[in-house]
């Protein structure tokens, strides 16, 4: 017992570990988090382009973006009042006739009217803006 490692990690457990610190791995995790701060970059440029789609809240320094939705009247006339249930509309269009799933935010607390816009590929990312820019011109 007095040379047994002082955590419990298996041989797999390890080599995998090793794996992942080796050179080529870093690498790739660090070409990973260059693109997705490209990708959010983008996100954040875009989504604000797109008529009834409102502030952006949060530090926008993570891997989704949160955006509020605007009332279909405020979105005519360029105000800012945000719309829990357009939004909630927006999100159940979204995922079951578009195929492209955000995730509905306005239940919590700070976030009425909010959608949560995860960072993905440039494609997904260009799927996302599309989609949205579609159905709040309905």
Do not use: W
């Amino acid at each position: 017992m007095n040379i047994k490692a002082p955590y419990s990690v298996s041989t797999p457990t390890a080599h995998l570990a090793f794996s992942a610190l080796s050179p080529s791995s870093l690498s790739t995790f660090n070409q990973n988090i260059t693109q997705l701060n490209t990708n959010r970059a983008y996100l954040l440029s875009h989504l604000p382009t797109i008529p009834g789609v409102g502030k952006i809240l949060g530090g926008n320094h993570a891997n989704f973006v949160v955006v509020q939705i605007l009332s279909k009247e405020a979105q005519k006339n360029g105000g800012g009042e945000v719309d829990n249930e357009r939004a909630e509309e927006v999100y159940l269009r979204l995922a079951r006739k578009e195929g492209v799933v955000v995730r509905f935010r306005g239940k919590e607390l700070g976030c009425e009217g909010c959608l949560r816009v995860t960072v993905g590929t440039r494609v997904e990312c260009e799927r996302v803006l599309e989609r949205l820019r579609e159905v709040l011109s309905e």
